[in-house]
């Protein structure tokens, strides 16, 4: 793919936390990326805002109503954009021969389709939507090398892993592939760091009482809700195992969780020859955003310069899998292989969707996917996107009778 002089950019899920991050990164470089799409799910005010200020090509709506919403506020603005909706919508933005990069920030299993779409055809894809990972990761990986797409990781643990990796797994339009070469390279482990989230120092007791509004205030990162009660159950974390799994090709008895409360250090690699390699920085992901845009490139990103003095201390610990079951299911979920992560996945949206509107407690999370799990038929293919869909369909529906039932 010829890289233009102007990236053109589609932006899926621009009113998110992700979106808004990326768009602060892009407003920093005119001259080099223009919006060419913006997406959001149901909120017409907040992409009509969007949509004044960037002046895209296109925008769309989740629904045809909020489309025909937004479409009649641009047009009374006489501003040009083309407002679409639905999936067909999201498609033809994603692969539009105009469009040179694709950021996948829609959040959980509603973003596979489009995520998957990108690599299809072949774009620059910056991949924030970890769940389309977690539920097709070798479809993913596949039609990344197949399309010659180039994915760049944005989940700022994936980012940092990808920073410290040699320069022989360089993501040559194939992502980071490790097959066979690992050994060569002398990578031996890779260790994700984790906040611990909220509730790191919680008793049982208080994690059982944990409400909505604590699970969402996370100590150092600022991001939407469902990513927030993730990062306090440490299902994000899991989710971001499996993640780093599919996109390193790294045995998963390799790969470390380490609970690292500043949040300074992202991640590392550790080789055979003693080193370990850390990508350290603020936590702010503008910082992976705008690695994953300009690479291999270095641009400004906004961000405060780390200041290790003002951190002062870095610590340490070993996650508690007893307290965070959530961590454990995604560890078995890999090994059990089949649908399980997808499974997992999809019992991990219903439960914590339910946890947001306070139908079930924040324990009840881990309980019901485990239950859910137990459920469902894991041994289905999961080949194609329609069989992936299937998967995730089929643990919705147990998961929703488990929360009825409870
Ligand atoms: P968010 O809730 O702030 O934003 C989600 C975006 O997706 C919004 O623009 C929303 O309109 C859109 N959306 C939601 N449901 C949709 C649907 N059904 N159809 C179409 N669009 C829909 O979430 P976020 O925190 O920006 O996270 C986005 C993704 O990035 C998630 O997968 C998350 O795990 C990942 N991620 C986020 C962070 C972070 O700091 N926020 C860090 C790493 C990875
Ligand atoms: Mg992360």
Known sequence: MMQPEIMQITLLGATGSIGRST????????????????TANT???SLEKLCEVWKPRYAVMFDQ?????????????????????????????????????????????????SALAAAKAGKRVLLANKEALVMSGKLFMDTVRENDALLMPVDSEHNAIFQCLPDSFTPHHSSVKMTNTQAKSGIER???????????????????????????NHPNWDMGKKISVDSATLMNKGLELIEAYWLFDMDIDNIDVVVHP?????????????SVLAQLGNPDMRTPIAHALAWPQRIDAGVEPLSLFDVAKLEFEKPDLERFPCLRLCYQAIKTGGCASIVLNAANEVAVAAFLEEKIGFTDIATLIEKTLDKADLSQDTGSLEKILEADVMARTITNELITNY
């Not at 768009?23 to 913006?38: E, K, M």
């Not at 994700?192 to 969402?216: K, W």
Request: charged share 15%; proline share 2%; hydrophobic share 45%.
């Open 65 to 113: 109503l909020s489309a025909a919403q937004l479409s009649n506020r641009l047009k009374t603005k006489n501003i040009k954009t083309r407002v679409l909706s639905g999936e067909t919508g999201l498609l033809q933005v994603v692969e539009d021969t105009a469009v040179n990069c694709v950021v996948a920030a829609i959040v959980g299993a509603a973003g596979l389709v």
């Open 43 to 45: 909120n017409v005010d």
């Open 190 to 216: 890779l260790l994700l760091t984790a906040s611990g989230g909220p509730f790191r120092t919680f008793s049982t007791d208080q994690l059982h009482d944990a409400t909505p509004a604590q699970a969402i």
């Open 262 to 274: 500043q949040s300074v250090i992202h991640s590392m690699v550790t080789y055979c020859d003693g």
């Open 23 to 38: 768009l602060d990164v892009i407003t920093r470089h005119a001259n080099r990326y223009q919006v060419y799409a913006l």
